[in-house]
């Protein structure tokens, strides 16, 4: 089975901190990803990877940055916590799709509930 | 863009009764379809997609959904509820990034359905 873990299920941290977020998966996954989840929007892609040391923004990637420095582990970090970043953060991973047995299906950490005050 | 749309945020239904929650797309080219489901406090859980192939695709738990090109549209079904699969459930489509030297898959989240079994 993929096992995506992360850091933390609850977080909370005051305006101005510094927020690491850490993901990490066991299947080799090339593709890791990071949404944000908010009622009644759904989940929007925040930033993700490809490779090690690679990165893409996706949606809503301002007030947002990203690590990669190993293919298991994917970090968000939150260069200076807004309370609009208050949220649920959920990290995935996929195969590429060049890969043979490739579905582009993605598993899913289990999520950090992060409250900034 | 790919977009899907959940037409109805809840879905309330009796315990042994069919459940149908609601998806449509919309995409250019070939639909790739996924749905979700979310349980409280939890990541999401692969239920199923359709690639290609049979119209009717079967999935864990049970669900089951049904792809119609003619309508744009890939409900998700189960023939009799359970109350244990009250939850939020997320339809979702892919399209395909052509990155730096790589390609990946995205997928596209429509906002979720809460659904509701009650004994």
């Known amino acids: 089975d993929v096992k995506v873990t992360q850091s933390s299920r609850y977080l909370v941290k005051r305006t101005g901190e510094k927020v690491f977020l850490e993901c990490v998966q066991d299947?080799?996954?090339?593709?890791m990803f990071w949404y944000r989840q908010d009622p009644g929007l759904g989940l929007r892609l925040i930033y993700f990877?490809?490779?090690?040391?690679?990165?893409e923004k996706g949606d809503i990637p301002e007030g947002y940055s990203v690590s990669r420095e190993k293919k298991e582990r994917f970090s968000l970090i939150l260069e200076s916590a807004s309370t609009n970043q208050t949220s649920m953060y959920l990290c995935a991973s996929s195969l590429v799709l060049w890969r043979g047995t490739s579905t582009d299906t993605q598993y899913f950490g289990p999520g950090t509930r992060l409250t900034v005050l | 863009a790919q977009s899907v749309a959940q037409p109805e945020d809840q879905v309330n239904v009796a315990e042994g009764n069919p459940l149908t929650v609601k998806c449509t797309y919309s995409?250019?080219?070939?639909?790739?379809l996924f749905w979700y489901v979310q349980y409280p406090n939890r990541g999401l859980q692969f239920l199923l997609k359709y690639i290609t192939g049979d119209n009717l695709v079967k999935g864990s738990y049970g669900f089951e959904a049904e792809f119609n090109k003619s309508q744009t549209s890939f409900h998700l079904k189960k023939p009799s509820a359970l109350v244990s699969d009250s939850a939020l459930y997320f339809c979702a489509v892919r399209d395909i990034l052509r990155g730096r030297g790589s390609t990946l898959g995205r997928l596209y989240f429509g906002r979720g359905t809460q659904l509701t079994v009650w004994p």
């Open positions: 990877s490809y490779d090690v040391k690679m990165k």
């Open positions: 299947m080799d996954h090339e593709n």
């Open positions: 995409v250019s080219g070939n639909p790739y």
